[in-house]
């Protein structure tokens, strides 16, 4: 099984490009399968529908989440598939197994004050404190996803035009750039970037304070200092920054397919759980301007 695990991963890697944090979650789950597996003495090729219901059963008995059992289905379904593909199983066992229904938790998201609060807090004195304000203030203005932001490289920016492209598993998309973003932006391309690369060769846009890219970690960790210096109770991290973007994009009356474009969500389901916010926005404007509210 370990050899048909690693041929499925590489396949995923390669052929589906996924990002490497989905690729991380597809071999912790697929990984604990086999252990279970073992630990049962199932063999894997004999698998039946009722013996995969048992190992979801079992998943929930020690304490996981629907939704981390949702997603163990859907790995395990993408692992057989795979068998069948290349003729180890004639047939998939888990493809009649059922999800488990997960309620859609509201996204958490930062009001129009809260967002200019966080955004004053770097001071542009230093060259962290140019870097931190240009990307924070590039987060909101894209609303792209931090593995998204700290993959770009220096020529994915368009100053000039005002733009930043994005790449995410072949597909591309652009991303208008507002003015204080880009003022922000240009700042730390002019002053803060060329003296913090040590070397020529760093393409990445945003580095840490040892000239090499910037991690997902080191992003986090920033948002969450200057969350901290804001005092703000609620719990921010460079996702709350993207929901608020789209949210207040929606609130400001910008069309739903445009902020899916930006989003980059190939499904408009996705971008639609934040009609939920522009109906309370609607509420509000109706009891201010409504001379009978």
């Keep these: 099984m370990e050899k048909q695990i690693k041929f499925f991963l590489e396949f995923l890697e390669n052929d589906k490009k996924l990002s490497n944090n989905t690729l991380q979650s597809y071999k912790r789950d697929i990984i604990q399968f086999k252990d279970y597996l073992e630990t049962n003495d199932i063999n894997y090729l004999k698998m039946t529908s009722n013996q995969l219901n048992s190992y979801f059963d079992y998943l929930s008995s020690i304490g996981k989440k629907k939704s981390t059992i ?4 859907a790995s395990i379904k993408s692992f057989y598939q795979f068998l069948v593909r290349n003729k180890k199983i004639k047939k998939n066992p888990a ?35 140019i870097r931190d304000k240009a990307m924070l203030e590039f987060a909101y203005a894209t609303g792209m996803r931090v593995t998204e ?34 003022n922000a932006l240009k700042e ?5 970037r060329p003296v913090l690369i040590k070397d020529e060769s760093v393409k990445a846009l945003f580095v840490n304070i040892n000239g090499k890219r910037l991690t997902r970690q080191g992003f986090w960790k920033i948002v969450k200092y200057y969350k901290e210096q804001a005092h703000i109770t609620k719990d921010i991290t460079p996702h709350v920054l ?9 609130q400001n009356g910008a069309d739903l397919k445009a902020i899916q474009t930006m989003l980059g969500h190939s499904d408009i389901s996705s971008t639609q759980v934040y009609m939920q916010f522009q109906d309370e926005n609607l509420k509000e404007i109706y009891n201010k301007s409504h001379p009978r509210a």
């Excluded at 200019?116 to 770097?122: G, I, W």
């Excluded at 730390?188 to 803060?192: G, L, N, P, R, S």
């Excluded at 993207?242 to 929606?250: D, K, M, N, P």
């Design 70 to 73: 949702s997603r163990n289905i």
């Design 188 to 192: 730390y391309i002019e002053k803060a």
């Design 95 to 129: 493809s009649g197994v059922q999800s488990p229904k997960v309620e859609k938790k509201a996204p958490s998201i930062l009001t129009a004050k809260e967002v200019e609060l966080l955004l004053e807090q770097p001071q542009n004195i230093d060259l962290k404190g």
């Design 242 to 250: 993207r929901h608020s973007f789209a949210t207040h994009l929606l």
């Design 149 to 182: 932001i700290i993959s770009l490289d220096i020529e994915n920016v368009n100053i000039e035009e005002s733009y930043v492209t994005c790449s995410t598993r072949g597909r591309k998309r652009t991303i208008p750039l507002g003015n204080l973003s880009l």
